[in-house]
């Protein structure tokens, strides 16, 4: 995993938003791409939306490629580029909640903060909740707040991880013993499928109307509207005279 040899709190910031509800090996393939083509926080800061959701692509959750985008403008231009070290100022930030800025700290600075993600859960569930159901995660944060390294937070943590994985291979239902446990829906025919072609078709077009964009989908949505609408609001396209094409 090429960020763990990286000190580089932007580095580190990408592959955290990227490892968000992505399995490890689709980041591997995208990290490098990704950093090659925005190599500084100031590089990406200034990319076009289309530009990083062409990097992106093949990631899914669209949404954290634009919140990552609007991150790091907002670091460039309220922050003077650099990284904030607190959760307070991170969690400020567009796409970042508690875990993510928690890890960020752990893993570009080294700071003893606790946090709960997929991995570290189920290793904690393994550990001190055997048998148990509907196990919240206010119940697991004392134990990893006061189990953690504090000497190097970062190296214990990248155990964790390590040793979630394993244990994910031995019992794959180990976190469905958490409360937060909910099943994944399906992803073929949602409308996450629909907002993905639709932009999968304007980083084709560029810009186009909405007829273009049905011939280009090869077929009319009754959720195409309020799909495209979705987008416009949210900020990936824009709208104009009848024309859609990236902000």
């Known amino acids: 995993m090429p960020w763990r040899f990286s000190r580089s709190p932007y580095r580190v910031l990408v592959s955290e938003f990227m490892l968000q509800q992505t399995g490890i090996a689709r980041v591997m393939g995208k990290y490098g791409p990704f950093l090659k083509a925005f190599p500084t926080m100031q590089t990406l800061a200034e990319a076009r939306v289309a530009n990083v959701l062409a990097a992106w692509k093949g990631l899914g959750y669209n949404r954290r490629a634009l919140a990552l985008l609007r991150t790091a403008g907002i670091i460039c231009t309220e922050h003077g580029g650099r990284l904030p070290r607190s959760l307070a100022a991170l969690q400020a930030l567009p796409g970042i909640g508690h875990a993510t800025a928690a890890a960020v700290l752990v893993y570009a600075f080294n700071m003893p903060i606790a946090f709960i993600e997929t991995n570290v859960r189920r290793v904690y569930l393994h550990f001190y909740f055997p048998g148990a159901t509907s196990v919240s995660d206010a119940d697991i944060m004392p134990l990893v707040e006061s189990t953690i390294d504090r000497s190097n937070p970062r190296e214990w943590f990248y155990a964790l991880m390590d040793f979630g994985t394993m244990l994910a291979t031995e019992d794959r239902s180990g976190n469905a013993r958490s409360a937060r446990y909910r099943k994944q829906p399906a992803f073929e025919g949602s409308v996450r499928q629909l907002r ?16 273009q964009i049905v011939k280009a989908l090869g077929s009319a949505d009754e959720r195409l509207d309020a799909a495209l609408g979705e987008l416009v609001k949210e900020g990936f396209l824009q709208a104009s005279r009848g024309r859609f094409s990236f902000r």
Do not use: C, P
């Open 196 to 211: 993905g072609r639709i932009l999968e078709v304007m980083l084709a077009l560029q810009s186009g109307t909405r007829a």
